[in-house]
């Protein structure tokens, strides 16, 4: 691989010295001409307004330029055949130019034919972006230059970036100071690798666990996800790269929560998709301006999202303000006429989502695919020159305001060696990993245990010394990982013996199908489960890593029970016979119907999907050196017949059962959640008090002024992620029980106080009345203080008239 690196740097070298004669002609001081005619036209000069250098370029454009401008070109390995630029480029589509080059030289976690040695070292990886872009920008007749395009939701998708948690992991930090940071750190990585539009964050609202694109979302909570999600786009778009929101719109719900070959016919009304599936994203692009949709491949109401005028236009544009460029997820072109069937053939496809809105084609095909019946469609009339310049000017737009046409490339390849993945970097994965983390129970203090008082640990479970889930397709691929049975086995150096046994694999060979129909464990299992036993009564304490893989959740991978997989339970019953204490320590991508474990065991961490420093993070916090303070973000159901069964809720909804009275029989389902919204334990122990709720007027465009303290009463620093709730007492149509209107994340030392100031303004009372308008509507309403959306501590009325 050295010499590989070393082969590349002069290979980059030599490309980017062969250009150096039309640097002298086209490269000025303060412009670039970049359609090679001698004279600065207005889209090349930096001074003129953004418009009309937008109109400006479309004006000098021939059609085969304007519609490459309206598909992407997947990078190396998917579409891309060639790492840099070869003369067989001039008779490819894009000898005219290009929207974007999607996941160009990053390498994927898993996928062995994208890795290349330009990755890595991070200044290879930006010379080599800025020699593929100087060929657009020099090779083509107008220069313009390429949109690259990468993923971004578990850290920057490249070989050595730095690695974030799984977004629901990130969610449950519930701290938005920390998410700006990550947002922040991602863009500027990407900044430096040559990435200029990061497809994140995931906007999607998590309502059904079974779905397998649980771990990919922050929450199920609307308010939540608006929250964290402006958090991560103001992060990203502060390093001037793009952010690209997903997936536009009402796409996590998909019916039964099957994805893979389904993806559709979310059964979600009209009020519920706005007051739900909508708010984080209207709310984070009115707030946070991202220039960036990717619509989904689903339908709503019997009309693909893609091909719908009203999500990509009137919504999206008109009244939320929408201001950038719109790329299609993978096949939501496609799906139009192969899925929904609303299309007779593929043309027919094309032509509606270009009329509906979207931009830019993204998909794994060749933008040939895209393009070509796009110019049958201009040339048979279908298609109107107006509607072609509206869809590139709007990606035109974007490249201006990025710079692009002002500096298309990193600035200082070198410079990108000390920018990517610094040691305060690797301090900052560490510390968001420590902070997602939930303790979900912890019977008579169990934790934190002293190392100094065990002799013998036993680390088992099939998750105890894997490490597969700390990567993700979405995030970095290469960077050296820490397993909790090495974490735990590096604390208790000298101090403790810690073995490990796996005990079982993550599912047995009959899985899923076991789920419905038990099969008897084999020899090889039984004996397996027997040799964790026999460790495990030698042992002082039991550590068991259970849950769920890379491969058990993600994108395709909806579930039908939430059940720990396989073995798995077996195992954990086997140990606790044992009469040792066990910990559990879960990983997994969505909320698992643990009930037995909640029940017997006395102690159980959720640590989701964390990333590489798992091992280190995990120990730390199971022997007391972090104290977990993270909160859930999903509800935890007892079973997968409960399902839907979220936060928030309409009143009855999720309410109990008569027992008795003219339509009371007895109890005939089990009730509640296993655990609420908003849920987590810590080490130790918080009181609230003094709550004052002040208007300056009763009138419904004041603002709300709320305060109240929190103090620590316990012996051990810890978080306390406040929550308010705000309660609608009556409505003109039915609301919900409560919402998620302010939260906050507050680390306190024993004995200290904080006080905590909310401010409520006229939005957050809003209702959709029953002409489908926002209002805010007279009455009373309630504010509601707590530690969880069911444990309230604090609570008074104010009055709106």
């Given amino acids: 691989m050295r010499y590989k690196t070393i082969i590349c740097f002069f290979i980059c070298v030599f ?3 062969s250009f150096k004669g039309d640097q002298l002609k086209i490269y000025h001081k303060d412009w670039i001409d970049f359609n090679k005619n001698g004279v600065k036209d207005v889209y090349e000069d930096p001074k003129a307004n953004i418009d009309d250098r937008v109109s400006n370029l479309i004006s000098l454009m021939n059609v085969n330029e304007k519609t490459c401008q309206m598909a992407t070109l997947y990078g190396f390995a998917r579409v891309l055949e060639d790492e840099l630029p070869t003369s067989e480029w001039k008779n490819r589509v894009w000898k005219d130019g290009i929207a974007n080059i999607d996941e160009h030289l990053n390498t994927i976690w898993n996928q062995e034919k994208t890795h290349t040695p330009y990755s890595f070292p991070y200044s290879t990886h930006a010379e080599a972006i800025n020699t593929v872009q100087k060929w657009f920008v020099e090779e083509t007749r107008l220069g313009i230059p390429v949109d690259f395009t990468n993923e971004g939701v578990h850290g920057l998708c490249h070989e050595k970036a730095t690695p974030l948690p799984a977004p629901i992991g990130i969610g449950s930090t519930w701290n938005k100071e920390l998410v700006y940071k990550a947002g922040s750190m991602v863009g500027r990585e990407a900044k430096a690798l040559g990435y200029t539009n990061i497809y994140a964050p995931i906007l999607d609202v998590a309502r059904d666990p079974r779905w397998g694109r649980v771990l990919e979302c922050y929450g199920e909570d609307p308010f939540h996800i608006a929250e964290m999600g402006k958090q991560m786009t103001l992060g990203i778009q502060s390093q001037n790269v793009a952010a690209t929101l997903k997936h536009f719109a009402v796409y996590s719900v998909p ?7 389904a993806r559709t016919d979310p059964h979600v009304a009209p009020r519920e998709m706005h007051q739900l599936h909508l708010y984080p994203f209207k709310r984070v692009i009115q707030e ?4 960036g949709i990717m ?4 339908d709503y109401d019997g009309v693909p999202v893609t091909a719908s005028s009203y999500f990509l236009t009137e919504l999206l544009r008109e009244q939320y303000g929408f201001n950038g460029y719109v790329v299609s997820d993978s096949e939501a072109v496609e799906y139009v006429y192969e899925k929904h069937h609303v299309a007779e053939d593929y043309k027919e496809a094309v032509r509606q989502v270009v009329e509906a809105g979207l931009n830019v084609r993204t998909t794994f095909r060749t933008p040939e695919s895209f393009i070509e ?22 990606v035109l737009k974007v490249k201006f305001r990025l710079g692009l046409f002002d500096s298309p490339y990193v600035t200082n390849p070198k410079a990108s060696d000390d920018l990517v993945h610094t040691a305060a970097d690797e301090a900052f994965s560490k510390q968001i990993n420590r902070e997602s983390l939930v303790l979900l129970k912890n019977e008579n203090n169990l934790l934190p245990l002293n190392v100094n008082n065990l002799k013998n640990i036993l680390v088992t479970g ?5 490490v597969s889930f700390t990567y993700s397709r979405y995030g970095p691929a290469h960077n050296p990982s820490t397993s909790v049975f090495q974490g735990i086995k590096n604390y208790a150096k000298n101090k403790a013996e810690v073995t490990y046994i796996k005990g079982c694999d993550i599912v047995d060979p009959d899985w899923p199908g076991s789920e419905i129909i038990p099969t008897p464990l084999s020899v090889s299992e039984e004996a397996s489960i027997a040799e964790a036993v026999e460790q495990a009564k030698k042992s002082d304490i039991i550590i068991t890593v259970v849950g769920e893989d890379e491969k058990r959740v993600g994108e395709t991978k909806s579930r039908t029970s939430l059940g720990l997989p396989g073995r798995q339970f077996q195992l954990v019953q086997a140990l606790y016979a044992t009469g040792k204490p066990v910990v559990l320590v879960l990983i997994n991508g969505q909320p698992l119907t643990i009930n037995w474990e909640n029940k017997f065991l006395p102690a159980i961490l959720e640590a989701w999907f964390p990333s590489t420093a798992a091992g280190d993070v995990i120990a730390e916090t199971l022997f007391g050196d972090y104290n977990p303070g993270g909160k859930l973000t999903v509800t935890f159901p007892k079973s997968v017949g409960q399902i839907p069964l979220n936060f928030p809720y309409k009143p009855g909804s999720q309410a109990g059962q008569p027992g008795a009275g003219p339509n009371g029989y007895g109890n005939t389902r089990v009730l509640g959640p296993l655990y609420p919204f908003g849920y987590g334990l810590s080490y130790t122990t918080f009181a609230y008090s003094d709550l004052e709720v002040k208007q300056k007027t009763p009138h419904s465009q004041s603002d709300i002024e709320v305060s109240f303290k929190v103090k620590n009463t316990g012996k051990m620093a810890g978080d306390e992620v406040v929550q308010l709730y705000l309660k609608d007492e009556t409505s003109s149509v039915t609301t919900y029980e409560s919402q998620l209107r302010e939260f906050d994340r507050v680390h306190l030392a024993p004995g200290e106080t904080k006080t905590l100031h909310f401010t409520l303004q006229p939005e957050d009372l809003e209702i959709l009345d029953k002409h489908m308008n926002w209002t805010v509507e007279p009455g009373v309403f309630k504010v509601l203080v707590g530690s969880s959306s069911v444990d309230i501590h604090l609570q008074e009325s104010f009055n709106v008239l």
């Fill in 15 to 17: 490309l980017l010295s």
């Fill in 255 to 261: 019916k039964g929560a099957r994805d893979g070959d």
């Fill in 288 to 291: 946070a301006k991202p220039i």
């Fill in 295 to 298: 619509s989904s491949y689903n």
């Fill in 373 to 394: 019946p796009l110019w049958e469609l201009i040339e048979e009339g279908k298609i109107s020159m107006k509607t072609i310049d509206s869809r590139v000017a709007e």
């Fill in 462 to 466: 099939p998750l105890a010394d894997a």
